[in-house]
């Protein structure tokens, strides 16, 4: 009997189904099959790039540098991270490291409290920033809030530690089928009324993709904009979206308006090691040459850290990733309409780059806890798609479906996703069509 605890107890894996290895965008198994990864945004350049393996060897040769003690290479790779990812964006002032992105969006948040004077956070419905300090505490969406949801029904939340105010999400899809909730196709950016609850607060902190919502230009200049007369300061969080995902370097450029602080996290450090950041503003930073920021930890831009990013970051500029993922991922959107124009089990289908949702018919994840462990459309389809070989992941919920491969992907891979997830829509089908019946 294995001693490890996993997230979800009530959940046991199947054996033979274990994960043992990995090369390129498959995952090896117990039983010597492989599975394509398809929902793996901590991973862009797949499994064990040799980029990757040759940057953890040579950083395991090096000293453990902790973050007060100056290295020279810690100090380059910020400055590589700038030129390459944030390339002409002349406001960034700096970059400080961090181990995940939860932890550099509580940074964040923390700091914005300190620097404003102010305690209450803006988030929008059905965010999802972390589970660490204050990035749990605007985390809203319902189902992951760190505590217990129990079997017998009951959830038990932990206390908040400031007080979260709530924005409308923009909507807007690919395709939506007519009558379906939210099925409006055209995104939209929140009236003045919507953004009241920015009046006050220390900071409002925005994602790209969570619950499938993808937010377009008029939605975010709109809500920098707030922030900005509210005297809030606003944070992009780019934990998924940032380093090529959504077929750009970085999500915000699409807009005209710039972030007063950016957070990365999963695919930072190429999937080798789990690596964070905060990036400031030089307006930003100006207020802290007058201060001493208190936040230290032992581990943040650790050797193994530094080198990963360096590595990731050489590699997705000279493939050009990002401009990969725009093309090949309006090519997998367009697969996606095609599939949910023939399948009755599609409601909605939302997406950028090499990041998309499906959502199916189920219960309003408003009043969803995830207090049960019976089946849902989103199961079926997940197993029926790993039966044909590929791996499509759901976030705990009963409706969505999220569709995110390496970056590294080719388009035999792309069709290969759209296969896969074909084969499972349609059991999904034949499963509202018996219960209909």
């Given at each position: 009997?294995?001693?490890?605890?996993?997230?979800?107890?009530?959940?046991?894996?199947?054996?033979?189904?274990?994960?043992?290895?990995?090369?390129?965008?498959?995952?090896?198994?117990?039983?010597?099959?492989?599975?394509?990864?398809?929902?793996?945004?901590?991973?862009?350049?797949?499994?064990?790039?040799?980029?990757?393996?040759?940057?953890?060897?040579?950083?395991?040769?090096?000293?453990?540098?902790?973050?007060?003690?100056?290295?020279?290479?810690?100090?380059?790779?910020?400055?590589?991270?700038?030129?390459?990812?944030?390339?002409?964006?002349?406001?960034?002032?700096?970059?400080?490291?961090?181990?995940?992105?939860?932890?550099?969006?509580?940074?964040?948040?923390?700091?914005?409290?300190?620097?404003?004077?102010?305690?209450?956070?803006?988030?929008?419905?059905?965010?999802?920033?972390?589970?660490?300090?204050?990035?749990?505490?605007?985390?809203?969406?319902?189902?992951?809030?760190?505590?217990?949801?129990?079997?017998?029904?009951?959830?038990?939340?932990?206390?908040?530690?400031?007080?979260?105010?709530?924005?409308?999400?923009?909507?807007?899809?690919?395709?939506?089928?007519?009558?379906?909730?939210?099925?409006?196709?055209?995104?939209?950016?929140?009236?003045?009324?919507?953004?009241?609850?920015?009046?006050?607060?220390?900071?409002?902190?925005?994602?790209?993709?969570?619950?499938?919502?993808?937010?377009?230009?008029?939605?975010?200049?709109?809500?920098?904009?707030?922030?900005?007369?509210?005297?809030?300061?606003?944070?992009?969080?780019?934990?998924?979206?940032?380093?090529?995902?959504?077929?750009?370097?970085?999500?915000?450029?699409?807009?005209?308006?710039?972030?007063?602080?950016?957070?990365?996290?999963?695919?930072?450090?190429?999937?080798?090691?789990?690596?964070?950041?905060?990036?400031?503003?030089?307006?930003?930073?100006?207020?802290?040459?007058?201060?001493?920021?208190?936040?230290?930890?032992?581990?943040?831009?650790?050797?193994?850290?530094?080198?990963?990013?360096?590595?990731?970051?050489?590699?997705?500029?000279?493939?050009?990733?990002?401009?990969?993922?725009?093309?090949?991922?309006?090519?997998?959107?367009?697969?996606?309409?095609?599939?949910?124009?023939?399948?009755?089990?599609?409601?909605?289908?939302?997406?950028?780059?090499?990041?998309?949702?499906?959502?199916?018919?189920?219960?309003?994840?408003r009043t969803w806890t995830s207090t049960t462990v019976e089946s849902h459309l989103s199961d079926a389809v997940v197993g029926e798609a790993r039966r044909h070989g590929v791996q499509i992941s759901t976030s705990d919920e009963p409706t969505s479906l999220f569709i995110a491969?390496?970056?590294?992907?080719?388009?035999?891979?792309?069709?290969?996703?759209?296969?896969?997830?074909?084969?499972?829509?349609?059991?999904?089908?034949?499963?509202?069509?018996?219960?209909?019946?």
């Amino acid at each position: 009997m294995s001693h490890l605890i996993t997230s979800g107890l009530h959940r046991r894996p199947d054996p033979a189904r274990r994960i043992v290895g990995g090369a390129g965008v498959h995952l090896h198994l117990a039983d010597g099959s492989r599975l394509l990864d398809a929902s793996n945004t901590g991973g862009p350049l797949g499994h064990a790039h040799p980029a990757m393996v040759e940057a953890v060897r040579e950083a395991a040769t090096l000293p453990v540098v902790n973050e007060g003690n100056p290295w020279a290479e810690r100090d380059a790779v910020a400055d590589e991270l700038v030129a390459t990812a944030f390339a002409g964006e002349n406001w960034v002032g700096g970059v400080r490291f961090g181990m995940s992105g939860s932890e550099v969006n509580d940074i964040a948040l923390t700091l914005a409290q300190a620097i404003t004077g102010r305690e209450s956070i803006v988030a929008r419905e059905r965010a999802y920033h972390g589970l660490v300090g204050l990035s749990r505490d605007v985390t809203v969406q319902p189902q992951w809030h760190g505590g217990l949801s129990t079997l017998a029904g009951e959830v038990r939340r932990p206390s908040a530690g400031a007080e979260v105010r709530t924005i409308p999400s923009p909507g807007g899809s690919a395709w939506a089928r007519s009558g379906a909730r939210g099925a409006r196709v055209a995104s939209a950016a929140p009236a003045e009324t919507d953004l009241q609850p920015i009046d006050g607060a220390a900071a409002v902190i925005i994602d790209y993709t969570q619950g499938g919502s993808y937010y377009d230009a008029a939605y975010q200049d709109a809500v920098a904009g707030a922030a900005r007369r509210a005297g809030a300061l606003w944070i992009a969080d780019e934990v998924v979206t940032g380093l090529g995902r959504t077929g750009r370097w970085m999500q915000f450029t699409e807009g005209a308006s710039r972030p007063d602080i950016v957070t990365l996290g999963k695919p930072l450090a190429g999937g080798a090691v789990p690596a964070g950041a905060v990036v400031l503003s030089r307006r930003v930073l100006d207020v802290l040459e007058a201060a001493k920021w208190q936040n230290y930890s032992t581990f943040r831009g650790h050797p193994l850290v530094v080198h990963a990013v360096r590595a990731h970051l050489r590699v997705a500029a000279a493939e050009g990733l990002p401009e990969r993922a725009a093309e090949l991922g309006g090519e997998l959107g367009a697969m996606l309409v095609e599939l949910a124009e023939r399948h009755p089990s599609v409601v909605r289908v939302a997406g950028r780059g090499l990041h998309w949702t499906v959502e199916l018919p189920g219960p309003d994840w408003r009043t969803w806890t995830s207090t049960t462990v019976e089946s849902h459309l989103s199961d079926a389809v997940v197993g029926e798609a790993r039966r044909h070989g590929v791996q499509i992941s759901t976030s705990d919920e009963p409706t969505s479906l999220f569709i995110a491969p390496p970056l590294i992907i080719d388009r035999d891979g792309i069709e290969r996703i759209v296969s896969a997830l074909d084969a499972g829509l349609t059991v999904a089908d034949r499963i509202l069509e018996e219960r209909a019946a």
